[in-house]
């Protein structure tokens, strides 16, 4: 933000002056009035705001944070890495005791394919029951043909004398 973050944010304060009809004056020429809002304004706060993050999160919980982003399945889990989730096991041993490393590094690998298999199975089935009749569908109506198409096997086992009795 102090290398290159000004120019964009005075843009942004010029715009919504712009909007709302307030007049802005020429900063470019009048070198104290920048000098004046970047470094003591805009530096000030970021200090301020840097220093608060600091004292609420120390280096541990940072870690702790970032290491748990990387479960995120954004992307195709893009950021998902292994030895920053096994790093995690440093903050909780009480709860990995004998499991081991080799394990614990097998499981975390199959859930993530286990999620994208998931996922890629609901993209598919999206885009069979996609089709221009179905753009005009309610939300919840596609959801519910989305249920009976991936959950297909499960409805083949019911006769279809319990459904006309359902309904």
Not at 40 to 51: A, I, K, R, T
Not at 91 to 118: E, I, K, S
Not at 120 to 145: G, H, P, T
Request: glycine share 2%.
């Amino acid at each position: 933000m102090r290398n290159e973050g000004w120019e964009e944010l005075i843009s942004k304060v010029i715009k919504i002056y712009n909007k709302h009809d307030i007049d802005v004056f020429d900063m470019h020429h009048i070198v104290f009035n920048l000098n004046h809002f970047k470094n003591n304004c805009l530096f000030s706060v970021l200090d301020l705001q840097l220093h608060e993050l600091n004292v609420t999160f120390g280096e541990e919980n940072i870690e702790f944070l970032q290491y748990v982003s990387s479960l995120s399945p954004a992307k195709s889990f893009a950021v998902f890495y292994v030895k920053k989730l096994l790093r995690m096991t440093e903050f909780y041993p009480n709860d990995f005791t004998g499991v081991p490393d080799v394990a614990l590094h097998h499981q975390l690998r199959n859930y993530v394919t286990n999620q994208l298999q998931r996922l890629n199975v609901c993209f598919s089935a999206m885009k069979v029951l996609k089709s221009n009749l179905c753009n005009k569908m309610s939300d919840q109506l596609i959801n519910n043909r989305l249920v009976t198409y991936i959950k297909r096997d499960v409805l083949l086992t019911i006769s279809n004398d319990v459904i006309f009795a359902h309904f």
